[in-house]
């Protein structure tokens, strides 16, 4: 038996099996929790509900978070099949293309700026509110994605970086809003991996490079490590934990200059 063992989770941003939320979900099935997965538009519907029935579930909504009437629906819609709900993750993050080419002052608009910061940060405390009912007295979890460019500057990383400050920063006020009814809030900052999402950063494949030179494990992660973590995050064995950002980047975030290659060393 595993240690998400009747556990029901709510999963928002499946949409290839190369995404992290596919590899939280695959973890998190494999720990025995139920899955419910949600899709934006029609075009997704078929191909996440696919995923789905790879976890054994059927559990499948349309939920796009600009929407607050999708949003209401999708947790109507999931207490007609459950009486509760023991955990929410997001991974969810968008910035028009244009905003994440170039030098950041150059090419942030208002327009965009708005836009990464409602669907990559307001839409986790907006799923939240709407989820909150259904997570009474579980002692659930809810649980997002971040990155080093939330807290460093990053080439073309640009207003992404300021959703990610924002959505770190949802976490802790959520944590301190929750916790007293039990609900503990976290994130997860990963690592680079090559996502459908991350081929939108220019320059992506040369950060990968780099990334795996420098830190201290001298790779990049997995998505099935980073799964493995929100699986446990999301566990009654992290039931003390809440209000963190928890970083599985294979300790990149805690150097600084980094290596320096044999021949370089004096």
Known sequence: MGFLAGKRILILGVASKLSIASGIAAAMHREGAEIALTYQNDKLKDRVSKFAGG????RVFPCDVTN??????LFSGLAERWDGLDGIVHCLAYAPGHELEGNYIDVTTREGFLTAHEISSYSFGALAQAGRELMQGRNGCLLTLSYLGAVRSLPHYNVMGLAKA???ANVRYLASSLGPE????NAISAGPI????ASGIKGFRKMLSYNAQQTPLRRNVTID????AGAFLCSDLASGISGEILYVDGGFNTTAMGSLQDDERE
Do not use: F, K, P, Y
């Open 55 to 58: 976890w054994d579930s059927n």
């Open 68 to 73: 607050d009437q999708q949003i209401q629906d």
């Open 182 to 185: 039990g609900t503990r809030v």
């Open 194 to 197: 090559r996502t459908l999402a």
């Open 225 to 228: 490590e980073v799964g493995n």
């Open 166 to 168: 924002s959505l770190e």
